[in-house]
């Protein structure tokens, strides 16, 4: 079976209404539809550019930004789910920092043209864990079977630990999606490391979404 993945390369943008995000989105999944993409694949924690749409004193805050953040996450699954419907793919959404009763947690939504589901990140970084208190997931990996064939999500770190990568495809995953984030150029090249590595000892194909540049309002 084939199919035709488009992997963002995407710069975190500065948006003046939710509307504003909307279309910034759609243009971006158009794009790729036009060319032939069947998933479609955000990078970690591009939900962060919704921050824009608050004051200055919550932008500077990182932990004031995810208690707001949680205003717009039903517009944001709505918003994906629609998408999904209207372009027939599948949408990897930028993962999101979702507030649960007892924790934060780096969610990556899977959208399809009827449902919905998610991937939580299990290993956390230094700056996630000590500064900005996101938590590692509820330890459950997840496969996604679409009209367009069947894979695993690992979210940035955790594609440069093995396991999850054996697991998944043991499990009959044909490919890996990687949504990505990292400040520097060194992180994103342990990404694409892990990701092969990943690729090599699986025998699967991995695929890299990644933030780039650099949010100045930010």
Known sequence: MEVTIALAQYPITAHQSLE??????????ADA???????????????MELT????????????????????????????FQSFAQQYNCVIVAPSFPVALTDKIVNRCFVFTQTDYSYQDKHFMTRFEDESWGISSSDGILRLFETSFGTFGVQICFDIEFPLGG???????????????????????TRVHIGARARAM??????????TVGNALWS
């Open 20 to 29: 504003d995000w909307k279309n910034h989105t759609a243009t971006w999944i």
């Open 52 to 79: 824009s749409l608050f004051s200055q004193e919550v932008r500077d805050d990182l932990k004031l930004q995810i208690g707001h953040l949680q205003e717009f996450l039903p517009f944001f699954i709505e918003t």
């Open 201 to 210: 000892e699986q025998q699967i194909y991995t695929g890299v979404s990644q």
């Open 166 to 188: 054996h697991l998944l495809a043991e499990a009959g995953a044909q490919f890996i999606l990687v949504p990505s984030c990292t400040e520097t150029l060194k992180g994103a």
């Open 33 to 47: 539809v036009s060319q032939g993409a069947q998933i479609l694949t955000f990078p970690e924690y591009g939900s």
